[in-house]
């Protein structure tokens, strides 16, 4: 009793971030990272932790969120047949060199450059969805090598902001006159594979930081985790039923905007 009441004001912050994310989620069909990650980050800061320890916890315990909705995204997905395995053999081993090097990155480097990232990554998707251009730059996915390249690429800056494969895989595949429905089918699955080795890499190999919130082992912030994934998985279908109601491409336009806002407060914490 004595532990919530201590800890009641960052529980309830907590599961508030589970149940935004799940809604947007939901709603949006946005991934939980690109929404979790900055609220995680402003929320540490507001508890007293340094903004280069809330970046990488943050980051850390987005991944380790992101393993377990996205198992229960990609049984969705398949059952309706959009996940495209023979792509996820080709991709999947170049994907994991990514997030390997993400991974180990994002122990070594100044997390200011991670908090730079991730404003750079957000500003660039929200823009993506504000304009919601669909045409294909591209007549078909490259060849081996060109495709090789993309997945290490999406692998390694995934894991270095702590985002699933929706928010890269998408519009990278969409690009190259991917069906669309199949892109995000198997971006959830390439978000397992970006999301589980990250995940338990930073668990494990990340040096706590002196000034981590309470509960957070490695990076990953275990209490975090309690809280956000059952009200993500909880709150998502709430989301869907809401977006069912509501005219979705004014709601996606909106969170755009705030995720544009958000990016660019993330680029001037760093840059002024």
Not at 63 to 75: D, K, M, N, Q, Y
Not at 192 to 216: E, M, N
Request: with cysteine; hydrophobic share 55%.
């Amino acid at each position: 009793m004595q532990f919530l009441m201590d800890n009641l004001t960052v529980i309830l912050s907590l599961i508030g971030t589970g149940v935004f994310a799940g809604l947007l989620a939901g709603m949006l069909g946005v991934g939980g990272g690109i929404v979790i990650v900055p609220v995680l980050f402003f929320l540490f800061q507001a508890l007293g932790v340094s903004p280069e320890s809330a970046m990488v916890v943050a980051t850390a315990t987005s991944l380790a969120t992101i393993v377990p909705t996205s198992v229960s995204s990609i049984r969705a997905h398949h059952a309706k047949g959009n996940v495209d395995f023979e792509l996820l053999k080709a991709w999947a081993i170049f994907i994991l060199i990514g997030v390997l090097a993400g991974s180990y990155l994002v122990t070594v480097v100044n997390p200011t450059f991670l908090t730079l990232l991730f404003g750079v990554i957000a500003t660039l998707s929200a823009i993506n969805m504000l304009i919601g251009k669909k045409d294909a730059l591209f007549q078909g996915l490259p060849g081996r090598v060109g495709q090789s390249i993309m997945a290490s690429c999406i692998g390694l800056f995934s894991a270095m902001v702590g985002i699933g494969g929706g928010t890269l895989t998408v519009p990278t595949l969409t690009f190259c006159n991917y069906p669309a429905h199949k892109a995000v089918g198997t971006a959830a699955a390439v978000g397992l594979i970006i999301s589980l080795p990250a995940a338990l890499t930073l668990l494990f190999v990340g040096a706590t930081p002196a000034d981590a919130p309470y509960a957070t082992f490695g990076y990953v912030n275990l209490l975090g985790f309690a809280c956000i994934v059952p009200l993500t998985v909880l709150f998502a279908p709430v989301g869907a039923s809401i977006a069912n109601k509501l005219d979705a491409g004014l709601l996606k336009k909106i969170f755009a905007v705030v995720l544009i806002i958000t990016g660019l407060r993330m680029l001037a914490q760093v840059l002024i």
